[in-house]
């Protein structure tokens, strides 16, 4: 099996990208299983049985479960924040199981302290973008989150928001939040899911969060996922996306791909693919 194959049913260790000047690395926190056709409803057993190298050896789609570190002139910013130190299976839905815990090693490996980290700029307010955010990890950091998402809060468990309500500043659509960093604010997915474009070099990178859950829907951006809110918005945002991530200099970081959370989409003969990125 080619080595791209495998690693989509893997999940990623960590992974660095220079642009220019600021350096993006995926930091792993833990991992999860998804439940395919729940996961993608408008799959069927036909298109699982076209892909296998998606699924692991329990027949579970894999997702990566983990934050981004952007570093700047000595400065860190993180985007969301993993799961944290949890594991837990249920018994339906898209989400088989998931663990998380590995993000204050993730972090130790490329020497960098908690303490580094002086802003979390997060997509949304799942758990598992969310977890270490209520612990004491990250308790001294600026907690980010477009205004729409805060203010749809009450659909969050009370000790999430409990926990960031101390620190959070909202923030609006195209602010920049960090050198090089700016937030593009696109509801669908939750009432105020944002993504994060970062530059330099003469290049970008687009942090979408849960745009897409898998490389699978960069081929098929009419795809929504069982997580989603409004599937029309979160559709329509999705083929943008894609066309968006097929232009020159542009790369793409999706949180949950596996092992290929770097990539970019390229035009095959099939129509647009996901392609990985990792320099």
């Known amino acids: 099996m080619p080595e791209h194959d495998t690693r989509l049913s893997r999940p990623s260790g960590i992974r ?47 997702g990566s479960l983990g934050a981004l570190l952007v570093e700047h002139g000595g400065r860190a910013l993180l985007i969301d924040t993993g799961i944290g130190p949890h594991a837990f299976e249920t018994p339906d839905g898209p989400l088989h199981s998931a663990h998380g815990g590995a993000l204050p ?56 928001t409990a926990a960031l309500s101390k620190n959070v500043r909202t ?40 745009a897409m859950h898998s490389p699978l829907q960069a081929a ?9 809110h409004d599937l029309t918005a979160t559709a329509g945002h999705r083929h943008r996306l894609v066309a968006e991530l097929s232009q020159p200099d542009t790369i793409g970081f999706g949180v949950h791909f596996a092992d290929v959370v770097f990539g970019h989409v390229r035009d095959t003969a099939a129509g647009p693919a996901w392609h990985p990125v990792d320099a």
């Open 16 to 62: 660095t990208l220079h642009l220019g000047e600021t350096k993006v690395t995926y930091l792993p926190d833990g991992a999860a299983r998804f439940r395919p056709s729940a996961l993608l409803p408008d799959t069927t057993a036909a298109t699982w049985t076209a892909h296998p190298e998606y699924l692991d050896e329990t027949g579970h789609l894999t």
């Open 105 to 160: 090693d993730s972090l130790a490996a490329l020497g960098r302290r908690p303490e580094d980290i002086e802003a979390v700029a997060f997509t949304h307010l799942h758990p598992d973008h969310t977890g270490w955010a209520c612990e004491p990890l990250l308790g001294h950091a600026e907690f980010l989150l477009s205004g729409p998402e805060w203010e749809a809060r009450d659909a969050v468990q009370p000790h999430v």
């Open 171 to 210: 923030i609006t659509d195209g602010e920049e939040v960090f050198p090089g960093v700016r937030v593009r604010i696109h509801p669908g997915h939750t009432a105020g899911h944002a993504e994060y474009v970062v530059t330099g070099g003469g290049r970008r990178l687009i942090a979408f969060g849960d």
């Open 220 to 228: 098929h951006p009419s795809w929504s996922a069982g997580f989603d």
